[in-house]
């Protein structure tokens, strides 16, 4: 089992940054490819970032490509998201997640992650 708990969020105007957190406890971190996925009201959940589990990598959706930023320090147990430029569409509930597996390909489905955190919400108005 790993615990996720994010941090972070907030209210912010456009074209402002936020940076969330994720703490993780259990089992051994550096053991897990890291993602980061948002909902909207009314929406899917959808993939943000992710991470390779030494960190070296990272893949990003379109959508924010060149804005967000994930990283992850395996000593410290955290991975995070730092969110430049924000707009208005960025608004959600943010999660983090962790998966066990791993494979050639980049993890982007919700499917593929095994544990989830509790959310954070992050507000861009205009």
């Known amino acids: 089992q790993v615990q996720l708990v994010e941090s972070g969020g907030g209210l912010v105007q456009a074209g402002g940054s936020l940076r969330l957190s994720c703490a993780a406890s259990g089992r051994t971190f550096s053991n897990y490819v890291m993602g980061w996925f948002r909902q909207a009201p009314g929406k899917e959940r959808e993939f943000v970032a992710t991470t390779t589990r030494g960190g070296g990598s990272t893949f990003y959706a379109n959508s924010v490509k060149g804005r967000f930023t994930i990283s992850r320090d395996n000593a410290k147990n955290t991975v995070t998201l730092q969110m430049n430029s924000l707009k208005p569409e960025d608004t959600a509930v943010y999660y983090c997640?962790?998966?066990?597996?791993?494979?050639?390909?980049?993890?982007?489905?919700?499917?593929?992650?095994?544990?989830w955190g509790q959310g954070t919400q992050v507000t861009v108005s205009s």
């Open positions: 997640a962790a998966a066990r597996s791993y494979g050639s390909s980049w993890l982007r489905g919700p499917h593929e992650y095994d544990y």
